[in-house]
C-alpha cells in the first residue's frame, strides 16, 4: 500500500516538526507541564515510525490480511482526535509555525481512512479492486503534503512582527508571552485613552491576542513583537486571551480594566 507508506512517513515527519519546533523549545520555561506531553506525543511518533517501516516493506503475509490496514490506521486516528482542538487555530492562520505540519497531519489522516476502507474492501472482495483510486489517493496526499511544507516556508518567511495600531496611542504598556502565559494579566486605562499594547512573544511557538468585545484578533509569531492599539468604546473590563486551543487555560488570559 503505497498510500499507506506516503501517508505515514508523512505523519512522522510533521509530528517530528512540531515537536522540534514547538516542545522542545517549551521545556526550558515549563519543563513539568511540557515533558508528559512530549512523552505521549513520542510515543505516537515511534508507532508512526514503524507504521511507516512496515507499509514500506509490506510483507506478503501482513498485506492480505484485510484487517490490517484499518487497524494501521488507529494510530493516526488518535492522535488526530486528541489533538483534535489544537487544529483549528494553526489550519486557519497559513502564517503559523505549526502550520505545514498540521496540514500534513489532516491530510495524511484523511488519506489513512479512506485507503484503509479500500484496500479492506479491495482483500475481501477482489472482483472490485480499486487500485486506480488508491493511486489517486496517493497522488492527493504527495500534492497537498508538499503544498503544505512550501506553504508554511513561504509563509514562515514573511512572518514576523507586525504593527495593528488603528489610532494614535496616548498611553503604553508592554504584555510579555512567555511558557504559554502571560506574565501580566492585568491593566488599567480610561476610556478617553488609546492603549498601545506592545505584546512580546517569548516562545518558539505562535500565540494570539484577542478582545472578542473590540474584534481585535492578532497573530503574534514566535520571537516577535507586535503593536496593538486598544480604543475601548465605554467602561467596564475587556477580556484578552489567546485563542489557540488549550493557552487560555494555560493561563494566557486577562483583563484590561477600563474606567
Known sequence: MTVYAIAYWALALAVLDVIVVAFLPALK???????????????FLVVFVLSALATTLQPSAVRRRPWVWPVLAIPAIAFALLNGPYLVYPISHPADSTFAPTLVLVVATLALVVSGALAFRDLRNPARAT??????????????????VA????????????????????????????????????????????????????????????????NIHVQLPAHS?????????????LEFYCAIGGHKAAGMDGTINVS
Open 151 to 214: 506553504t508554511g516556508v513561504l509563509a514562515g518567511a514573511v512572518g514576523g512582527g507586525a504593527s495593528q495600531l488603528a489610532a494614535s496611542p496616548t498611553t503604553s504598556a508592554t504584555l510579555v508571552a512567555e511558557g504559554t502565559k502571560y506574565l501580566t494579566t492585568s491593566y488599567a486605562m480610561s476610556s478617553s485613552d488609546v492603549l498601545g499594547l506592545f505584546v512580546e512573544n517569548r516562545d518558539s511557538t505562535t500565540h494570539s491576542f484577542d478582545i472578542d468585545s473590540l
Open 131 to 148: 487500485g486506480s483510486r488508491t493511486r489517486f489517493v496517493a497522488s492527493v496526499v504527495a500534492g497537498i503534503t508538499a503544498g503544505a
Open 225 to 237: 513583537t507586535t503593536a496593538v492599539a486598544i480604543k475601548p468604546a465605554q467602561a467596564g473590563a
Open 29 to 43: 520555561t515549563s519543563s513539568a507541564e511540557i515533558f508528559p506531553i512530549l512523552v505521549l506525543v513520542g510515543t
